[in-house]
């Protein structure tokens, strides 16, 4: 008799991202991203034809994945009243170059529980700003998230990972960290365009409020501290030992936008908080 076990993960190939979705936490055990100028639509040379179409954040609605069996699809439900942000793993402002691209930014396969103020809604957008940003000294940038499930220790001086659950019933998993990993590469020099300068980072991030003027460089890593942690291979070993750090190779410096709180009347804004 066979026994057919289905998939550790189903593969995703969508028009701005691929990723991998976990069954069991309900939401993407990675994904991954090629931005250039070209695919942000801020290419000279490649611009977007006149009339075209273009992604509105204002037109994409969250919706659940209809290509993931029902039983292991996270579902809208899940969410309501749960105390956390929808949180985009591949931003939404990462593909404006069509309405249809946006729109797979917003299925539930892409998105994990974050935590709203002084994260979602401000740190990690600043993040995702600065991966953007990116593409502005660098050809080509590839960027990986992974939600993370990372260890504490307890007072009895053992380590455990603990973690919510959100849904009626229970279903999906509330990562403890997230990671943002990058390659970004450019030609070494004008003599040598074929010679590509590579540079890699990797910065981990808690799922909690964290400080405006937190600098990005305190959630530095190893990319093989995230490889390890997510049960990943993500870059070679000749990569990471022949790759700059990324903060050598530009400011890894965020810029503050307080988009949201710009929609809310003075009364309603709240304080972001410190990490803890």
């Known amino acids: 008799m066979l026994v057919y076990v289905g998939p550790i993960s189903d593969q995703l190939v969508r028009q701005a991202y691929v990723a991998a979705y976990d069954r069991r936490l309900r939401h993407p055990a990675w994904t991954a991203e090629h931005l250039t100028l070209a695919s942000l639509g801020r290419s000279a040379l490649e611009p977007t034809p006149a009339g075209g179409e273009t992604g509105d954040r204002g037109k994409s609605t969250f919706q659940e994945d ?5 039983q292991f699809r996270a579902k809208l439900q899940d969410y309501f009243r749960s105390g956390y942000d929808r949180g985009h793993m591949v931003p939404a402002a990462d593909a404006k170059r069509s309405q249809s691209s946006m729109d797979e930014t917003f299925l539930l396969s892409n998105i ?11 740190y990690w957008a600043y993040l995702e700003d600065w991966c953007r940003r990116l593409t502005n000294s660098f050809a080509d940038v590839y960027v990986f998230t992974v939600p993370l499930y990372l260890p504490h220790k307890e007072s009895d001086g053992k380590w455990r990972v603990s973690y ?6 229970p279903n999906v998993a509330v990562p403890t960290h997230f990671a943002k990993v990058v390659l970004a590469s450019r030609p070494s020099s004008p003599s040598t365009p074929d010679v590509p300068e590579i540079t890699t980072g990797a910065f981990v991030l808690p799922n909690a409020s964290i400080s405006d003027d937190a600098p990005l460089e305190s959630f530095v890593v190893p990319v093989d501290a995230v490889e390890r942690a997510a ?9 990471k030992s022949g790759s700059k750090h990324i903060c050598k190779s530009t400011k890894c410096e965020l810029i503050v936008r307080h988009f949201d709180d710009a929609q809310k009347k003075p009364e309603m804004k709240r304080a972001i908080s410190s990490p803890r």
């Not at 209809?66 to 029902?70: D, G, K, Q, R, Y």
């Not at 994990?112 to 809604?121: D, E, I, K």
């Not at 049960?231 to 990569?239: E, M, N, Q, R, V």
């Open 66 to 70: 209809e290509s993931l069996p029902a």
């Open 112 to 122: 994990a529980p974050q935590v709203g103020v002084g994260f979602n809604r401000h």
């Open 164 to 169: 919510e659950v959100i849904g009626n019933p």
């Open 231 to 239: 049960g990943l291979t993500l870059f070679s070993d000749a990569i």
